[in-house]
């Protein structure tokens, strides 16, 4: 396995007979808008792509996408993959909406790629952060002869994370360490949470997502000395831009067959087809769009994440509004599907609960429509405790401090 790392979460990962190109954000320094709201906020990417990246891009033959915000699929990187047309290698969740885009898309489940894998949801921040960033697929692969990898993708620490670590015992880990934080709440990854999942994982560790976007303040130079003094640097790539890490198989062992891929999203109970929650375009008309645009603009907020989810990125279920939030009342879904599946893929049926509101209370389910909504203040979350435990600095907020989150 060779890891070239290209910018931020962008690599390219020769993995068997593969060659994919993760993540594609192909922008020129400057060409998109800041992420940061406020203070701070400066066009991104901070940085070019290197110098040589062209010619690694070429080797391409797919691209991987575990989401699509713009710093890991932008307007550069679609028409460059249009223009190849390279098959695009993502979740259900993106499928739809990568086909409306011209794309070729290859839905990710198991067996795909050839390969042993899985599909990981994560969790791209906390609270209502959680929902407004959307769903993002994490994925672990498994090549007979290579290591196998874990990329998390967007996340923050959550019990998921550590089940699949611990089942799958990935011989790479890949997760993004830029700590980022839009002015509203981090979305990634803190660098306690980074010591804790150095600490649980088995194997190497590469960290990505680094000094190329506003929002992200972490330096490699800063994780590098913390994980020295925490004695993990050893088993830590944080690669530069341009770098390529080879990773090879160390053992033989028989490794855990992965979790089949989630069952695609069910139709809604209206019959609506259920869609991708970052659809586009948005069902505004263009004039008003362009209006909406134009005001967000003068805002200097950031027009294209708030337009996809404002105004074009649910589908029916995901707009009906949900009840409003009563401290007693036990958690619901807002979905309308007749089934569901929470965050740790567990069968959640409409207007139920799954078990484990701490960890899926608070984001989208695994099909990005459904977000289980209030109510779940009033339930202990009983996982929080494994994840505080492991995590120096971090604790969850008492099950109290929480109501108000939305
Ligand atoms: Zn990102």
Redesign the pocket.
């Known amino acids: 396995m060779k890891y070239r790392h290209l910018r931020?979460?962008t690599a390219l990962l020769t993995y068997g007979e593969h060659r994919l190109l993760v993540d594609p954000m192909l922008a020129d320094a400057g060409a998109l808008p800041g992420f940061k709201f406020g203070a701070g906020r400066r066009p991104n990417p901070l940085v070019p792509l290197p110098a040589d990246a062209p010619a690694w891009l070429d080797a391409a033959t797919g691209v991987l996408v575990t989401h699509e915000?713009p710093?890991?699929l932008d307007g550069a990187a679609l028409r460059w993959i249009r223009a190849r047309g390279l098959p695009v290698w993502c979740s259900h969740v993106d499928a739809a909406s990568l086909r409306r885009k011209g794309l070729d898309v290859r839905e990710v489940h198991g067996g795909a790629l050839g390969l042993d894998v899985e599909v990981i949801p994560a969790r791209h921040g906390r609270g209502w952060l959680a929902w407004l960033m959307g769903p993002v697929s994490g994925y672990y692969l498994a090549h007979p002869d290579e290591p196998s990898v874990y990329l998390t993708s967007?996340a923050v620490l959550a019990d998921a994370v550590f089940e699949a670590i611990d089942r799958l015992r990935p011989d790479v880990v890949v997760a993004?360490a830029g700590a980022?934080d839009m002015g509203v709440g981090r979305i990634l990854f803190s660098v306690d949470e980074l010591v804790a999942l150095v600490r649980r994982a088995p194997g190497r560790v590469v960290l990505n997502?680094l000094e190329a976007l506003d929002h992200c303040p972490t330096t490699r130079a800063g994780l590098r000395e913390r994980l020295r003094a925490e004695g993990l640097l050893a088993r830590v790539d944080v690669p530069e831009d341009g770098e390529e890490l080879h990773l090879a198989r160390t053992d033989d062992r028989p490794r855990p067959a992965p979790a089949s891929a989630p069952a695609r999203a069910p139709a809604c109970r209206s019959g609506s087809p259920r869609t991708s929650p970052r659809l586009d375009p948005p069902r505004v008309c263009p004039g008003l769009r362009r209006r909406l645009t134009a005001r967000l603009d003068r805002t200097r907020l950031n027009t294209r994440c708030l337009l996809r989810h404002m105004y074009g990125s649910y589908d029916s279920c995901q707009r009906r509004a949900a009840a409003p939030p009563t401290p007693t009342a036990a958690p619901t879904s807002n979905c309308d599907s007749e089934a569901n599946t929470c965050m740790r893929g567990e069968s959640m049926q409409r207007g139920g609960a799954c078990e484990h509101p701490a960890e899926c209370g608070e984001g989208p389910c695994i099909d990005g429509n459904c977000a289980i909504i209030p109510g779940r203040a009033a339930r202990d979350p009983p996982h929080a405790s494994s994840i505080a435990d492991a995590t120096a600095g971090f604790r969850p907020r008492p099950a109290s401090a929480r109501t108000g989150d939305r």
């Open positions: 931020n979460a915000h710093d890991h967007d993004p980022a997502h």
